[in-house]
């Protein structure tokens, strides 16, 4: 058999004659054959491990999912991408089998092209992969050597260089879990077309991915920008006139978990300095995780008053508050306390924070005595 492929396959079946159609269907790769979980484990093991495992359920002994499971537990092996083969077709064999560290699932008996294409596709992304992997080396070994070079520069270069080191990280730590997931649900969009309405979770799956990643994104680099550049342009703002504005823009949200929305503005004018849009990016992520971490039925209270030369914008949720951990490091770039929020809302405060630090004003949270987190924004007011 002529190699055509780089890439090493190991089969694994215990019936003769489907390891003969996959040797002819996947002509033209290097093919290594098993025909049980216990000598698939020593071939896989053996000098260099495979760049895919196609393997089977059934087999006497040690089936699939224990084998698949012994695969992931191996630093060997971890990452070498699994198709299950088999005739079971019940949506608890699928779910068992990507528990067991699956990447694909196929029946018996197999469609030539499928095969291949699903073959193909697990390769390519074991590729990216790595590509990516490599490619995160040397950019941690850039920002390595350039962290050096700035350690000897001014102080404002200084902070500049802790800004981006701080955002390197951020993107390491949260990139991880939504690449995973688009990783994890990609190939199932070659399926998405047929009538097959368990593969909508799937779908659904990769666009929360989508979403988080884009969101991660968009609130990792505003931190960076106003952590590097407090300069920002201002203008006079009606902090009230902004409130209602966000108010009624996430009206549908709130109304989707019936709460009941209780507001107390002064009558006079409430004027700031400000950059509209970064405000109204401040008070939206503050409501939206205020209706994200409500009981449904419950109220959010958002009360703005003047005093002085301050004007204050107080919002209120009947959630079950911040823990101690969360109230100590809420604001740091990994706040990330236990579990009155997701890891999505340490980031959206911390935003919040360095919009509050661009205009020269403060955010406190804390917990309320009848239940509930309260969160607490203070601007100076512009001068008459």
């Given at each position: 058999m002529k190699t055509l492929y780089e890439n090493t396959i190991l089969l694994v079946d215990d019936t003769p004659e489907n390891i003969e159609i996959l040797v002819e269907l996947l002509d033209g790769f290097d093919l290594?054959?098993?025909?049980?979980?216990?000598?698939?484990?020593?071939?896989?093991?053996?000098?260099?491990?495979?760049?895919?495992?196609?393997?089977?359920?059934?087999?006497?002994?040690?089936?699939?999912?224990?084998?698949?499971?012994?695969?992931?537990?191996?630093?060997?092996?971890?990452?070498?991408?699994?198709?299950?083969?088999?005739?079971?077709?019940?949506?608890?064999?699928?779910?068992?089998?990507?528990?067991?560290?699956?990447?694909?699932?196929?029946?018996?008996?197999?469609?030539?092209?499928?095969?291949?294409?699903?073959?193909?596709?697990?390769?390519?992304?074991?590729?990216?992969?790595?590509?990516?992997?490599?490619?995160?080396?040397?950019?941690?070994?850039?920002?390595?050597?350039?962290?050096?070079?700035?350690?000897?520069?001014?102080?404002?270069?200084?902070?500049?260089?802790?800004?981006?080191?701080?955002?390197?990280?951020?993107?390491?730590?949260?990139?991880?879990?939504?690449?995973n997931g688009i990783v994890g649900a990609t190939y199932f969009l070659d399926d998405s077309l047929s009538a097959d309405n368990e593969l909508a979770e799937f779908v659904d799956m990769l666009k929360t991915s989508v979403d988080r990643l884009e969101k991660f994104s968009t609130t990792a680099l505003l931190i960076t920008q106003l952590n590097t550049n407090h300069q920002i342009s201002k203008s006079e703002i009606d902090l009230v006139a902004l409130v209602k504005e966000v108010i009624a823009e996430m009206t549908d949200k709130i109304n989707s978990k019936n709460l009941e929305l209780q507001t107390a503005f002064p009558q006079e004018v409430c004027i700031v300095h400000g950059q509209k849009e970064l405000l109204e990016m401040a008070v939206r992520n503050i409501i939206d995780n205020a209706v994200k971490y409500s009981e449904a039925d419950h109220c959010i209270c958002v009360n703005v008053e003047k005093t002085g030369n301050k004007i204050t914008a107080v919002f209120r949720d009947k959630g079950k508050g911040f823990s101690k951990e969360a109230l100590d490091h809420l604001f740091s770039s990994f706040g990330l306390g236990e579990k009155h929020y997701d890891q999505n809302l340490g980031l959206s405060l911390k935003a919040v924070k360095s919009i509050m630090d661009a205009h020269h004003g403060t955010i406190s949270v804390e917990n309320k005595a009848d239940g509930g987190a309260g969160v607490r924004l203070e601007l100076p007011a512009a001068a008459n």
């Open positions: 290594k054959v098993a025909i049980n979980g216990k000598e698939a484990l020593e071939t896989a093991w053996e000098d260099t491990a495979p760049d895919l495992i196609l393997l089977d359920i059934m087999m006497p002994e040690m089936d699939g999912y224990e084998a698949c499971r012994h695969l992931r537990a191996d630093e060997r092996t971890k990452d070498v991408p699994v198709i299950f083969l088999t005739a079971k077709t019940q949506k608890e064999d699928v779910y068992k089998a990507f528990e067991a560290g699956g990447q694909d699932y196929l029946t018996k008996p197999f469609d030539a092209r499928e095969l291949t294409e699903r073959v193909k596709t697990q390769l390519e992304l074991k590729s990216q992969r790595e590509a990516l992997r490599d490619m995160n080396h040397i950019l941690e070994e850039k920002v390595r050597e350039r962290t050096a070079q700035l350690a000897k520069a001014n102080e404002e270069l200084k902070v500049l260089d802790k800004a981006k080191n701080d955002f390197l990280m951020m993107i390491s730590h949260e990139l991880r879990t939504p690449l």
